[in-house]
């Protein structure tokens, strides 16, 4: 075998590792850049070694092997972006040894492959620091890390010493926008960071969730990632999502914002991190292999048995899924994973198995641990009166459940909010405030058709309760102080769109939480009145004539469609008054529901 610098053109083997607990570690050679990059690879036990090393955290991007780098046992093809995280890597004086995924894993070999996920929330753990790469640097970048650092440095600590203090807030409120994050270029230079794609990835969230430490480069650029996730949270609790231009941008500023809860989920939960909390969280992130939905955060489980088997990429997507969710209900022994389910027509997955490719974002929190729904009533903390009567045979699944009522009539489309009204630029407000006001006015006409409630009182009560979706935006019950909330938002709205809304007098903080509930309960979701009269969402996917469901253990109500004696699931559904089993009582009579 030559030794050879310039003529290792034959392709690097790789030496299958000695234990599958070990790990490889990239060295970059002095000299290296200056027309070639060259590198070796050292095998050593991630749970003994005392050797620093830096994970490397990055979006993969374009597919393509375009760029090749050497060494004595041979060359490596990889990826442009990769080429150039290495190439910064080296100008930024950095001689401490890499873990790079693409090149520290025998991508060829699906075994290893499947050990190494098993090993990534230590990898990078144990990591001295995580090297977030989100691309070279773009001509607006600076702007954008300058502006993030001094917003957080002046808002931070006020922010979170005044989150229940809705007068402060307000004040904080006024004075950002009287700054430059309402410049233009200010604007458009935090949406074009934003818009990075290393934001949006699945693998990238078990990454920095998992990191002890982390900076984010744009080429020679760095800043912590803190600055990034603590920026994030502060421009969401302030409402100020709408000034990023773009949908993308504001998505993937709101999974920075999300880094911060999760960091503090993995810490508190410890023991009872479970796996379907994770995948859950995840869903609208983006993977090139759809297993890798599942896989990209297996290590930050806790679960004893996460998977029905060890990882492995031989297995089909759909035969994944399915096996997944048959698991996490004989292994969780309750239904919830069913509230996760999302109707699409023509899907090969059965109905009642979640497709986690769809990122569906119209999803009722269930926090088993803090006010949650109990639609089954005593059942629905019950898991194993749910699991001793339910059968799995391949695609059906029988459980038992209750049929309750048909959906009489909907809104006509599913409504989609995208912002704030209060916080865009004009021309915005007007179109965003309409599209609110349209919202209010079409479930209100529902509510009114309603025989179930006779009062004005009874009605107005109903509806405003069903508007937020019984929940505030900390995912905590209403109570009867937050009524006085949504009137006075319900109140400001007509007096902005008649333009003689006084500013001074807008609680911009609460009338932010309504609106933020508003939008949650209308994302993908229709209003509906059932045949009784009730009054709730339902899927967008959603017709007359689908039934309102209760299963025995399930927390929330499941829209069912007859289908050739059996029923599809469409999804979870919110339906004012029977959350907390007032309709199914002590006596209720539970019946076998096949599912296909």
Not at 167 to 182: F, L, P
Not at 319 to 337: C, E, K, M, P, T
Not at 517 to 543: D, E, K, Q, V, Y
């Amino acid at each position: 075998m030559s030794t050879s610098w310039g003529s290792a053109l034959f392709t690097y083997r790789y030496v299958p590792l000695r234990e599958p607990t070990n790990i490889r570690l990239l060295k970059l050679l002095p000299g290296s850049g200056d027309g070639g990059l060259r590198f070796t690879l050292e095998e050593v036990e991630l749970d003994f070694t005392k050797q620093e090393y830096h994970a490397v955290s990055y979006a993969w991007g374009p597919a393509g092997l375009n760029r090749t780098i050497f060494s004595k046992e041979g060359c490596l093809e990889i990826t442009r972006n990769l080429f150039d995280l290495l190439q910064q890597y080296i100008l930024l004086g950095r001689d401490i040894s890499l873990w790079v995924d693409a090149i520290c894993i025998n991508q060829n070999d699906y075994k290893e492959r499947a050990q190494q996920i098993l090993l990534m929330r230590e990898i990078y753990s144990k990591s001295r620091r995580v090297f977030v790469w989100l691309g070279q640097e773009q001509p607006s970048d600076k702007q954008a890390f300058e502006f993030i650092k001094d917003f957080v440095d002046k808002y931070k600590a006020r922010v979170n010493r005044n989150l229940d203090n809705s007068d402060e807030m307000r004040k904080i409120s006024e004075e950002v926008t009287m700054s430059n994050a309402y410049d233009e270029v200010v604007c458009l230079s935090l949406t074009q960071l934003f818009s990075r794609s290393w934001f949006a990835r699945a693998w990238t969230y078990q990454e920095i969730v998992a990191a002890s430490d982390s900076c984010v480069s744009c080429g020679s650029l760095c800043i912590h990632f803190d600055y990034i996730s603590q920026f994030a949270m502060i421009w969401d609790v302030l409402g100020l999502q709408g000034r990023l231009s773009s949908h993308e941008a504001q998505y993937n500023a709101s999974q920075a914002a999300h880094i911060i809860l999760a960091k503090d989920y993995v810490a508190e939960a410890g023991a009872r991190s479970s796996l379907i909390h994770f995948v859950q969280n995840t869903r609208t992130r983006k993977a090139t292999d759809p297993r890798d939905k599942i896989y990209s955060v297996v290590a930050l489980t806790s679960d004893l048995k996460p998977l029905p088997y060890a990882p492995t990429y031989k297995v089909g997507v759909d035969r994944l899924y399915i096996d997944f969710a048959a698991h996490v209900i004989s292994q969780n022994r309750n239904l919830d994973i069913l509230a996760m389910c999302c109707y699409e027509s023509g899907n090969r997955l059965p109905s009642w198995v979640p497709d986690w490719r769809k990122s569906f974002t119209g999803m009722l929190k269930i926090n088993r641990a803090e006010q949650p729904f109990c639609a089954s009533g005593s059942s629905s903390m019950d898991g194993s009166l749910a699991i001793n009567r339910t059968s799995i045979n391949r695609t059906l699944l029988v459980v038992q459940g209750i049929l309750l009522e048909q959906i009489k009539s909907q809104t006509d489309i599913h409504l989609t909010l995208e912002g704030n009204a209060f916080i865009k630029v004009f021309d915005d407000q007007i179109r965003l405030g309409n599209k609110q006001k349209t919202l209010a006015t079409v479930t209100r006409k529902l509510t009114l058709e309603s025989p179930l409630y006779i009062s004005d009182d009874e009605k107005w009560q109903a509806w405003w309760r069903t508007l937020v979706g019984g929940r505030r935006s900390d995912n905590t019950r209403v109570t009867d102080g937050f009524e006085r909330t949504v009137w006075q938002y319900l109140e400001a709205l007509d007096g902005f769109l008649a333009q003689d809304l006084e500013y001074e007098s807008v609680n911009l903080v609460e009338h932010l939480e309504v609106e933020l509930r508003l939008i949650t309960m209308a994302n993908g979701r229709r209003f509906c009145l059932t045949h009784s009269g009730r009054i709730g969402w339902i899927p967008g996917a959603a017709r007359p004539g689908d039934v309102v469901t209760i299963f025995r253990g399930s927390a929330v109500p499941v829209l069912l469609r007859p289908h050739n004696g059996s029923y599809l699931v469409i999804g979870q559904c919110y339906i004012h008054g029977i959350m907390d089993g007032e309709a199914v009582g002590d006596t209720a009579q539970f019946n076998p529901i096949s599912l296909v």
